[in-house]
């Protein structure tokens, strides 16, 4: 058992000190928004994330978990503090570590001992070495200098959606540490994992900062290649579904995420191949594979436009003025609400710019699409359900596979379209199933 503080109770520092409790620390999260802590204090989990506010509500009962505003307490009372906090992309493409920083320097003015801080958050190559710096030289300035500390990358690979699982279950544990005694306690963090045989990978801190960038750019490449092998599919008759599971049976391919698609999106995928696209460039070794990922997954979405336009005018190019457009799902994949850099936002905007009117739905991400959207004013209109959307609409776009809309009515969904135009962005349902009920069916790659 350890005592762990964890700074930032967004997605990765929630879902992160949540389940480090689980595993029987005594964990404190701290936030320096105190509108945030006191919703979580009253069981309001401020992200949507499933089995997440049962684990924080069971580690709140036990005692194991509390969330405070006072960062300098917290780090008194812990050995180990995670930062987790926010680490937004800057203009170039280069990851902002103005809140790591800030963390760190906080940590440094509290720390009454000594302490193993880790970085959780998605950082470039060489932020644990800044970190380092950062807190020698606030140690330094506060006449602390004896005070000893190391300084540890372990970075999160979480998805959303299923983050609980994969935190709990890991395909590994990385850990880049540069002494045994920070080594040790990060065993103890994980002691859970350990005796469950988890794989742990130790390496140095570089390697392990690398190991995430790595991991998700391979990710965002795959899905990219089957989106393009679909579009070409769809220019020689060939059905990339097929093509997929046949390319996946090969285990040196393996079948996950060789699902074609509207592009990917998240908070993940587009920032972290952008930031590993500016590493290379800043190093001298520019990735060529990551940059034209970037460019092929932006193309991707506005070729989703094209083809939607195409459905329903019969010209990629067609207008669709006086036309109403269904958009069933609005976040990036389903199971969570988080709509940023979505598929959806892009090729609503497009619609709207070639003058449709849409009507959009989806389980959970209803609230951040309407300040994500707001500028699309009557433009665009925000629906409780899926039917409501479809109602009288000349085509419906099934955007997120959502589960919900793995099993709609058909029967209703052709009544209620003014067209029974359909456009599967996820290749839900089977071609042959679609037209032999009388629909106009366009997916992607089939």
């Known amino acids: 058992m350890a005592n762990i503080t964890v700074a930032g109770t967004g997605y990765v520092g929630l879902v992160s000190g949540a389940c480090l409790a689980d595993f029987g620390n005594n964990v404190i999260c701290v936030d320096n928004n105190i509108e945030k802590i006191k919703k979580i204090e009253n069981g309001i989990i401020p992200i949507f994330e499933p089995g997440l506010d049962d684990v924080v509500k069971r580690n709140k009962q036990a005692g194991r978990l509390s969330f405070t505003t006072d960062m300098a307490d917290a780090v008194k009372k812990s050995e180990v503090i995670f930062i987790a906090v926010g680490t937004p992309p800057a203009e170039d493409g280069s990851a902002d570590l103005q809140y790591v920083e800030s963390v760190a320097r906080e940590v440094a003015a509290a720390m009454n001992g000594y302490k193993v801080i880790v970085d959780k958050s998605t950082v470039p190559v060489g932020t644990a070495r800044k970190v380092s710096a950062w807190i020698k030289d606030s140690l330094k300035k506060a ?5 000893g500390f190391d300084v540890v990358s372990n970075p999160e690979f979480l998805r959303e959606g299923s983050a609980v699982q994969d935190f709990t279950h890991p395909d590994r544990v990385v850990i880049g540490a540069e002494s045994v005694k920070a080594k040790d306690l990060m065993k103890d963090v994980y002691r859970a994992l350990y005796i469950n045989e988890t794989p742990y990978i130790e390496t140095n801190l570089e390697t392990a900062e690398m190991i995430k960038y790595a991991s998700n750019s391979f990710l965002a490449v795959k899905i990219t290649f089957i989106n393009e092998v679909a579009n070409l599919c769809e220019k020689i008759g060939a059905d990339v579904q097929a093509v997929a599971k046949a390319m996946g049976r090969d285990g040196r391919i393996g079948g996950k995420f060789l699902h074609p698609g509207p592009g990917y999106g998240g908070s993940c995928f587009p ?12 190093a001298g070794s520019p990735l060529s594979i990551v940059e034209t990922t970037i460019k092929a997954n932006e193309n991707q979405k506005t070729l989703m436009v094209s083809k939607i336009r195409e459905a329903v005018t019969g ?4 207008r669709l003025d006086r036309k109403i457009i269904a958009v069933c799902g609005l976040a990036f994949k389903p199971n969570t609400d988080d709509m940023r850099e979505s598929p959806a936002i892009t090729i609503i905007r497009g619609l709207a710019e070639a003058g449709a009117e849409i009507r959009a739905c989806d389980p959970a991400a209803l609230e951040e699409a309407e300040w994500r959207l707001k500028d699309l004013g009557d433009t665009l209109k ?3 359900s899926e039917y409501e959307a479809i109602k009288d609409a000349d085509a419906l776009v099934l955007m997120t596979e959502w589960n919900q809309y793995r099993s709609l009515d058909l029967d209703r969904v052709k009544e209620l379209l003014k067209k029974p135009v359909f ?3 996820r290749n839900i349902y089977p071609r042959s199933q679609l037209e032999s009920k009388g629909f106009y069916y366009t997916g992607v790659g089939v």
């Open 143 to 147: 006449g602390k200098e004896d005070i």
């Open 271 to 282: 920032k972290d191949t952008r930031a590993m696209a500016r590493i290379g460039r800043d």
């Open 315 to 318: 010209s990629k190019d067609g």
């Open 382 to 384: 925000l629906c409780d």
């Open 423 to 425: 456009i599967d962005l």
